[in-house]
Structures are given as C-alpha cells and as structure tokens.
C-alpha cells in the first residue's frame, strides 16, 4: 500500500522559512518512483513545484527557482521541501506526490497547511 505523508507545515511570517517533510511507504522507495511537491492555494489549481528522481536529479517550477529547494534522505524514506523567504503568497496546501507517469504522480499525500503572515 502505498502511503505519503507530509509534516511540516503550519504559520510563518514572511521572509522565514519551513522545511516540509514526506515520509514514503516502503514501495516507493523499492520501485524507484520520482518524488515531488506540489500546492493548492486558496481559489487556485494545484500547482507543480518540485520532483526528484531516484538518483538524485530535480527539477523544478521555473517559479520556484531559488527560494525552494527538494531533497530526500532515502534511507529513511523522506523527501523535503525547504521553503525559504516565504511570502504571504506561498500560502496554500502542499502536496506530496509520487511515481510519475509523465507529470502526472500516481499518488498524492493528504497535504499540509503553509499558511504565511506579511
């Protein structure tokens, strides 16, 4: 069965940063699937915002370039997402995603709250 769940999230002020955290479930980790992030913001669509490969490359939103960074301690079966300089506008749900067919993951984890006070 495959589970995904994020920790982390919560209130910041602006200009602080987070590191969200998503623990896999054992069959992630064995097939080798892409991990990555993503976030809902209040009226908005889900949006992409990072993935990492097994072997370590990432990719991210061009948005996301330099304030946000992914990576995963596999031995323990967590990804990260270090959010830094966070503005009211990185409010919303994150996302812990898995095993890409594309850019669309299998599965996804329940989401935390980011929320973020100017």
């Known amino acids: 069965q495959v589970q995904l769940a994020e920790s982390g999230g919560g209130s910041a002020q602006a200009g602080k940063s987070l590191r969200l955290s998503c623990t896999a479930s054992?069959?992630?980790?064995?097939?080798?699937?892409?991990v990555g992030w993503h976030r809902q913001a209040p009226g908005k669509e889900r949006e992409f915002l990072a993935l990492i490969r097994p072997d370590g490359i990432t990719t991210y939103a061009d948005s996301m370039q330099g304030r946000f960074a992914i990576d995963s301690d596999r031995t323990k079966a967590i990804v990260y997402l270090q959010m830094n300089d966070l503005q009211p506008e990185d409010t919303a749900v994150y996302y812990c995603a898995a095993c890409y067919t594309g850019s669309t993951p299998s599965y996804w984890g329940q989401g935390t709250q980011v929320t973020v006070s100017s």
């Open positions: 054992e069959f992630v980790m064995r097939a080798r699937c892409k």
